[in-house]
């Protein structure tokens, strides 16, 4: 990767960094966190259509914090459906707390 872009990829994975941390102060739980993530899509759909450049970083940030929050603790409002359906499939990851 080009050593300018490189630099942004690192600048926003710091903003990514920061803002995990603001969410887990916010909402400790991981409960709802597909949810959480979901709703962040959504407002980077629209940020994408009709917002400024900082509005779609900023929530580009977000869908990034919520996506690492689901891929390190998951989403432990699913584990009913997921052990109903897919009894297989095992636990979600330990919450960090
Ligand atoms: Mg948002």
């Known amino acids: 990767m080009a050593g300018n872009l490189n630099a942004k990829f690192d600048h926003f994975l710091i903003h990514v960094d920061e803002e995990i941390e603001l969410a887990i102060k916010k909402f400790p ?3 709802a ?6 709703e962040e899509v959504g407002e980077l759909a ?3 259509l009709s917002k400024s450049q ?3 970083y900023k929530e580009a940030v977000q869908v990034a914090a919520m996506a690492a929050r689901c891929a390190i603790e998951g989403d432990p409002s ?3 459906y997921r052990r109903f ?3 297989k499939l095992g636990k979600f990851p330990e919450p960090h707390q």
């Open 78 to 80: 699913l584990i009913n």
């Open 54 to 56: 900082s509005e779609i």
């Open 46 to 48: 629209q940020a994408m």
């Open 29 to 31: 739980s991981s409960d």
């Open 33 to 38: 966190c597909l949810a959480a993530l979901t």
């Open 85 to 87: 359906h897919y009894p």
